[in-house]
């Protein structure tokens, strides 16, 4: 199962390894990730309906999209301004080389965080967060992300809108 594999947190297709696990998708399977993108919460009778297969078919094809690790998991898009954080923004981050594993960690724990990625460029890591307003971001760039040791430097983005997009109808 994909979530014995990521035990020790190595390898596993939410730490960004390959899982030479993972079977290829056929377009049922993509028919299904993308209703279950609109609707989280969609039956297994209705996800079968709209896949013409059977629902033992549609069960066991959703749960293999669950252990290989295709689908993480399920959740609520959250209207963040109207959930009472009113302020976010895009920090980046230059780390010490060869810290990822570590900073990734320190940041997982960090309530705020809603994304953070490993990327190329001029810096090194990009964080989404959400906070109650810009005091609070300013706490959480200054008190808590220039804390972590293995962060060189930071630069902020303040979101002035966003939107989530989503999947094509």
Do not use: C
């Amino acid at each position: 199962m994909a979530s014995e594999q990521m035990a020790d947190g190595s390898g596993g297709p939410e730490s960004g390894g390959y899982d030479p696990a993972a079977r290829p998708l056929d377009a049922i399977d993509r028919d299904i990730l993308q209703m279950l993108q609109k609707d989280g919460r969609a039956s297994i009778r209705s996800v079968a309906e709209r896949v013409h297969v059977s629902r033992a078919n549609a069960y066991a094809r959703i749960n293999r999209l669950i252990d290989d690790g295709v689908i993480r998991g399920f959740g609520a898009r959250v209207n963040h301004e109207r959930a009472g954080q009113g302020a976010s923004a895009y920090i980046t981050l230059k780390i010490v080389q060869n810290s990822w594993r570590t900073v990734r960690d320190q940041l997982r724990r960090m309530p705020e965080a809603s994304h953070i990625a490993l990327v190329s460029g001029d810096f090194d890591v990009l964080i989404l967060v959400h906070t109650q307003d810009n005091r609070a971001l300013r706490e959480l760039v200054l008190t808590k992300l220039q804390a972590i040791p293995e962060v060189l430097s930071t630069r902020t983005l303040l979101v002035f809108e966003e939107e989530d997009l989503e999947p094509d109808a």
